[in-house]
């Protein structure tokens, strides 16, 4: 089992880093027809959103960090009912209609998904979970430059279509040395992977066609009969999902998200990605055109991929259990989705060396980045990527993780924790299982095992400020409750809500809360200190973490405060730029310096 893990490794490894060697090659360069996609597209929640997603792209094109020649678009949802990834790519559509008219026909488009609030990973709030630093590069690579070049090899084997994939998963896979991952059947092309029967619960399923070749292969073209959304274990097994080990015995099983399957378990294929030809997508255009507005949340998977196939039922359509909010109309739209897609096929490329990762939440982010040996190799993530920082962590199990900072060699980081874009005095001591991102912190200072620090510049009423977030890293910030008397049901840091409240010395009114007053929660509690430098913010931000860790009171109460949902309306994009710019410069000189004084 150790050996066929070993081998899996080794062959994503290598062709992940062929991936990434060739869009190296094509970073800064003007683009041939054909060679690349003629559309990049990146959806946004709301017009600071997508204001803040063009002033990033902007700078990589600038930096020539993007091959040139290439559209990039960014395309927000409607104001209003919150549409899901469903209702965004269909908005999109209609926003490449009016971009290209015809034209668009002949174009390979890449959609991705990167319109949420990232609740769960809130050092990706500010600026978009497609701009997430990963690890390695010079300059760091950051999500959407690894989409780009895992898929780097899709535009040139692709019929004119769009491929919709979202911004926080991680697709590795290996094939054969002349074979391509081929998008050109009209209809539905999606990818799977093998996966364990509990990663198969918080995916969709694909129940293939039964199949008759004799020999394993790395890469498969099945058909699906039907598509399950988060199916339960029995339903896998009920529908026939399931596949059983034997037919190919010295196959591996390894999945991204758990521990390696054992050869004899049961597996299913779950997806990640997928294509629609040109035809499919003016069929849903047509749709989208028609209903006029949509009020309701669509999932591009779930309410697309379940109504392909010939096995598919419209049952799907009346179950709202993996709906965050129900409204009235979605069943109903549903099921005219259902009817307009029934009998397009959905063509499945099995990838049976492949592996699927998700950084979408602050537990996964910390064990990719820390303690997952797997995905460091196949990737070649670094301890220190791109960094001043001269201790060296620890080569076995868990480490800490350092992405484009500047930490005093006085400075201590602890294993499993991860800090980006930031500043750390001599006399600052980082706990495990910490997330420290875009801070600045000159004094001493302790940051408690297990806390959230994240920094964000401000514009408010003209004056540049800066406000601090800081939690736990198991806090729930979407938990939420419906009366003021509910809100010791919340938790912070692991304490009572109500407990911090009167830590703080905050009085528990409606003005303690922005936004809906019947969804209370730590995402709209106004708690965290507006200052006017960015040292000072963070300052303060860990006094009242460590006023709860300790009980002891400190108060809140002289500060103008702010909820991440406000800070989020009030972030200034160019200044937090420009402190990751000041960042990369000065690391770049203190570079030259050592290789010359090297030389």
């Given at each position: ?287 989208y055109e028609k209903i006029g507005t949509l009020n309701c949340e669509i999932d591009a998977y779930g309410d697309f991929l379940q ?293």
């Open positions: 089992m150790a050996a066929a893990n070993a081998l899996l490794g080794v062959a994503l490894r290598e062709a992940t880093q062929r991936k990434l060697q060739r869009f190296s090659e094509l970073r800064g360069k003007p683009v041939a027809a054909g060679e690349f996609w003629d559309i990049v597209a990146i959806t946004a929640a709301d017009e600071k959103q997508e204001l803040a997603y063009k002033q990033q792209l902007s700078e990589k094109l600038k930096k020539k960090e993007l091959p040139l020649g290439v559209q990039y678009h960014v395309f927000v949802d409607p104001a209003g009912a919150k549409i899901g990834n469903g209702g965004s790519t269909l908005c999109a559509l209609r926003c490449l209609e009016k971009l290209y008219g015809d034209k668009w026909n002949s174009f390979t488009i890449l959609l991705i998904h990167s319109g949420g609030y990232s609740q769960r990973l809130p050092n990706a709030s500010a600026l978009g979970k497609i701009f997430t630093a990963l690890p390695f590069g010079n300059p760091i690579y950051q999500m959407l430059e690894l989409k780009l070049a895992m898929y780097i090899d899709f535009p040139s084997h692709m019929k004119p279509g769009i491929l919709v994939t979202c911004a926080d998963d991680i697709e590795l896979y290996s094939v054969g040395e002349c074979e391509f991952i081929r998008f050109d059947k009209p209809g539905f092309t999606a990818l799977a992977h093998p996966s364990s029967l509990t990663v198969g619960t918080t995916h969709g399923v694909f129940v293939l066609e039964p199949f008759n070749y004799l020999e394993y292969k790395d890469l498969e073209y099945r058909c699906c009969h039907r598509f399950l959304h988060k199916p339960s274990i029995e339903q896998m097994h009920h529908f026939n999902a399931v596949c059983r080990p034997g037919n190919f015995s010295h196959q591996d099983m390894a999945g991204g998200d758990t521990t390696p399957l054992k050869l004899e378990s049961e597996y299913v294929y779950t997806d990640s990605l997928f294509y629609m030809d040109h035809k499919t997508a003016k069929k849903l255009l047509a749709f109504a392909l196939g010939p096995g598919a039922t419209v049952e799907y359509t009346r179950n709202t259990s993996n709906v965050t909010k129900e409204e009235a109309e979605l069943t109903d739209i549903r099921q005219r989705i259902f009817h307009l897609l029934k009998g397009t096929s959905l063509n499945v490329v099995v990838l049976n060396k492949s592996k699927f990762y998700h950084i979408g939440t602050t537990e996964e982010y910390l064990f990719h980045f820390t303690s997952d040996s797997s995905l460091k190799s196949e990737l070649g993530l670094q301890s220190i990527a791109f960094s001043i920082f001269s201790t060296t962590p620890k080569c076995s199990g868990n480490t800490s993780c350092i992405i484009q900072s500047i930490l005093d060699s006085g400075c201590s980081v602890a294993t499993g924790s991860v800090v980006e874009y930031s500043r750390l005095g001599p006399n600052v001591s980082v706990g495990e299982n910490c997330i420290v991102s875009g801070c600045s912190v000159i004094t001493e200072a302790v940051l408690p095992a297990d806390s959230f620090v994240c920094s964000l510049s401000l514009k408010m009423n003209g004056y540049l400020k800066y406000s601090t977030m800081a939690f736990g890293v198991q806090d729930n910030l979407k938990r939420n409750v419906k009366t003021l008397s509910d809100i010791k049901l919340l938790q912070f840091f692991g304490v009572c809500f109500l407990s911090c409240l009167n830590i703080w010395n905050l009085k528990v009114t409606e003005e303690l809360f922005s936004g809906n007053k019947t969804r209370l929660s730590l995402w709209n509690a106004r708690i965290f200190p507006a200052c006017s430098s960015l040292s000072d913010s963070v300052t303060t931000s860990l006094k009242m973490l460590n006023a709860v860790q300790n009980k002891s009171a400190f108060s809140l109460n002289k500060y103008k405060l702010l909820s991440i949902e406000e800070m989020l309306i009030y972030k200034d994009v160019e200044d937090m730029i420009t402190y990751r710019e000041q960042i990369f410069l000065e690391i770049t000189l203190n570079r030259k310096q050592f290789d010359l004084e090297a030389s």
